[in-house]
């Protein structure tokens, strides 16, 4: 067996599962009476990443800052505007549904509330089998022991199968998501605000059993959520999204503690810890979140940046490498004069 | 402020009883935060709606006292205890959208409360509402005085809640979960507001919230509730450094942090009884890795550690 160091190792040679390169989806505004299109939320606007074989990539940021929009997007649920998608080398952006299909058994998502997600008339076996119905060709005993044996891989009890989603709490609902996602073994999972809606206590254990999962099932993740604490137990790397832009890219350790970007910093800052004899020093961050339908010229962060200069208002910053895997989108790194 | 014995239920129709907030104690005083800690379902927003008197039916407040400068609310009239709404205690909520009326302006809702409270003409209300909007952070006051909630923000709109809640210099303003539904950067904006009216009014605050770390950064004084009871108080220092109450301790190692490296969270088996059949005995045994058989015998008194640390548990009863 492979320490965990030799694993992280091992990761970070390994290929990625999951590329997407100048990624956009815009939304149209519809106005006035013929409903013509007076504008674009720009909800994803030029994002460029890639998750490696095996990792947990946390997206973080605030509301609105299209972290959902991108998940959505990377699993073709919603059409991109522009960009590339690809998924285990091959380009998915254009692939029609038929196309898609055997794709799709590979990608699953995770939400953030358990019972908008879950259909209430379905007991808790017809939930998790439905996706083996459509995507596999078990027989019903095959598909009555995966599903047993799903429940278990998720801590409930083989009971449970004929009972209902209003019958749980929030957190065994999320359990349920899961072993439906997992039904049909997916490679890649996203989690999107998975854990938000759940207590502490609640929240910690589908926590740990994520982590149990991807150890098990070799899985990805990209788990998206607006709570730092969370995304930095849970991820290997981490990229900040603001106003439908990935500002900052790195690996855990580089983003928590020596964040580069004014956003990063701010937003780090800005967390209450529970150790009551630390010595915080918030940055205050003046005003509110632009509207992502008219976001600011240049850099969209500079209306509420404490380090913007004239250049941050006509020239948009790009995405550089700071090196070990590094990377930042602000003027302040990208010509050392 | 003063909480005594405090006791809300609802009687559910299939003769249950759900002893939703069940012998709370309660004391805030003049320019101090006091915070209550739970998980949902702990009865957090009860004990606040109670102080309110916000309990419709089936829920009644069937025991207890709360006195404010001297007074016991809870013997007092609708109409008396409609005043003491306006003017001695304001409350905060989680969603500012649903405590706004959605078709007034800003303006026209911070001027009511202080033409009807404070007993203000049309031109003093107007000028004084103007006053608080600039207090709260609206650098283009005038404007906003127009503005209707849904041209606000959400951090926008609790600055407006706040400055309705201290328009008539509250002596209590009870904050429930005030910054759940913001964004971390808008959060701190919100607190410190909140802080700095506190000082400014010399008011006691109440701050309802599931956020350790929003406790730990703001509060003096803790008490954690669990299950309708308090189950530990103590200054905020003592609680995150020397919790007693198992649950306490629980929620603390379940809690990832931004500072450290943790492998494996703690979790607190189970989940959190409804309050309607709660285990006999301490209502915290099903789920504590420590109870012992007289756990799920009797449910522990709050017992004084020392004059500012008490805790509900049989394992700090012993001599
Ligand atoms: N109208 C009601 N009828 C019956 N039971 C109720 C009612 N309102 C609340 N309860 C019960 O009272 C208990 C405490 O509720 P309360 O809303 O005070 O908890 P809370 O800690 O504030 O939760 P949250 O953080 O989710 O708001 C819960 O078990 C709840 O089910
Ligand atoms: S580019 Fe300018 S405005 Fe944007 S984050 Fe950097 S310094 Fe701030
Ligand atoms: S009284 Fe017993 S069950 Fe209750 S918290 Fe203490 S040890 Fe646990
Ligand atoms: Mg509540």
New interface residues.
């Given amino acids: 067996m492979a320490t965990v160091e030799e694993k992280k190792m091992t990761q970070t040679e390994q290929e990625s599962i999951v590329k997407v390169e100048n990624l956009k989806k815009y939304f149209p505004i519809k106005g006035g009476i013929l409903k013509r299109t007076i504008g674009h939320v720009k909800a994803v606007d030029g994002v460029t990443f890639d998750i490696k074989q095996g990792e947990t990539l946390g997206i973080v940021g605030e509301s609105g800052s299209g972290k959902s929009t991108l998940g959505r997007v990377i699993l073709k649920l919603l059409d991109s505007t522009e960009g590339n998608i690809f998924f285990e080398d091959q380009d998915i952006t254009k692939l029609n549904n038929k196309k898609m299909r055997p794709i799709r058994r590979d990608m699953q998502i995770v939400f953030q509330d358990p019972f908008a997600s879950l259909n209430t008339k379905m007991s808790i076996e017809q939930l998790i089998e439905e996706p083996l119905l459509i995507q596999t060709d078990l027989s019903k005993d095959e598909r009555k022991e995966k599903v047993n044996s799903l429940l278990k891989v998720v801590g409930l009890r083989p009971s449970d199968r004929l009972k209902y989603p209003h019958e749980f709490s929030g957190g065994q609902r999320q359990r349920i998501s899961i072993a439906r996602a997992l039904a049909i073994n997916p490679k890649f999972v996203i989690a999107d605000e998975a854990v938000s809606a759940l207590d502490v206590s609640i929240q910690a254990q589908v926590l740990n059993l994520m982590a149990d999962l991807q150890e098990e099932f070799g899985l990805t993740y990209l788990f998206i959520s607006h709570d730092l604490s969370v995304v930095k137990h849970i991820s290997d790397r981490v990229g900040v999204m603001y106003l439908g832009r990935l500002v900052e890219i790195a690996p855990k350790k580089a983003i928590y503690e020596e964040p580069l970007h004014p956003y990063t910093q701010a937003l780090l800052s800005s967390i209450p810890d529970t150790d009551v004899d630390r010595e915080r020093e918030v940055i205050k961050l003046e005003g509110d979140l632009p509207s992502p339908s008219n976001p600011p010229s240049g850099c969209a962060f500079r209306t509420r940046c404490p380090m913007a200069h004239e250049r941050c208002a006509v020239e948009r910053p790009e995405l550089i490498h700071k090196g070990d895997g590094h990377y930042v989108a602000c003027h302040l790194y990208d010509d050392e004069a | 402020m003063d909480v005594k014995d405090l006791k809300t239920y609802f009687y559910l129709d299939d003769q249950k009883v759900a002893r939703a907030v069940d012998d709370v104690d309660l004391t805030v005083n003049a320019g101090e935060t006091v915070a209550l800690v739970g998980?949902?379902g702990s009865g957090k927003s009860i004990t606040s709606l109670s102080i309110m008197q916000l309990i419709n039916k089936p829920g009644k407040i069937v025991d207890g006292t709360i006195s404010l400068l001297g007074q016991n609310l809870l013997n007092l009239s609708d109409k008396q205890m409609t005043k003491v709404r306006g003017n001695d205690v304001a409350m905060i909520f989680q969603e500012p959208m649903t405590a706004l009326n959605p078709v007034y302006t800003i303006g026209n809702q911070i001027s009511e409360v202080l033409r009807k409270h404070k007993k203000m003409n049309k031109k003093q209300a107007r000028r004084r509402a103007i006053e608080l909007l600039k207090m709260v952070g609206f650098p283009r006051a005038e404007d906003t005085f127009d503005e209707y909630p849904h041209q606000l923000?959400g951090?926008?709109r609790q600055r407006a809640m706040i400055a309705i809640a201290i328009s008539c210099e509250p002596k209590l303003l009870i904050a429930d979960e005030p910054t759940t539904a913001l964004?971390?950067?808008?959060?701190?904006?919100i607190i410190?507001l909140m802080n700095e009216m506190k000082e400014k009014l010399d008011m006691a605050l109440l701050l309802i919230t599931?956020?350790?770390?929003?406790?730990?950064?703001?509060a003096d004084r803790v008490l954690v509730m669990y299950g309708g009871q308090i189950v530990e108080e103590a200054p905020?220092?003592r609680l995150?450094?020397e919790s007693k109450h198992p649950y306490t301790s629980?929620?603390?190692?379940?809690?990832?942090?931004?500072?450290k490296e943790?492998e494996?969270?703690?979790?607190?088996?189970g989940?959190?009884p409804p309050a309607h059949s709660f285990p006999k005995g301490c209502r915290f045994s099903s789920r504590c890795p420590h109870a012992m058989d007289q756990c799920f015998e009797s449910n522990p008194d709050l017992i004084q550690l020392d004059h500012e640390h008490s805790v509900r548990c049989y394992l700090y009863t012993d001599e």
Avoid: N, W
């Fill in positions: 998980e949902s923000s951090g926008m964004d971390v950067t808008i959060q701190a904006q410190d599931h956020d350790l770390g929003v406790v730990a950064e703001y905020k220092k995150f450094k629980g929620l603390m190692e379940s809690l990832p942090s931004i500072y943790e494996r969270l703690g979790t607190i088996r989940t959190v």
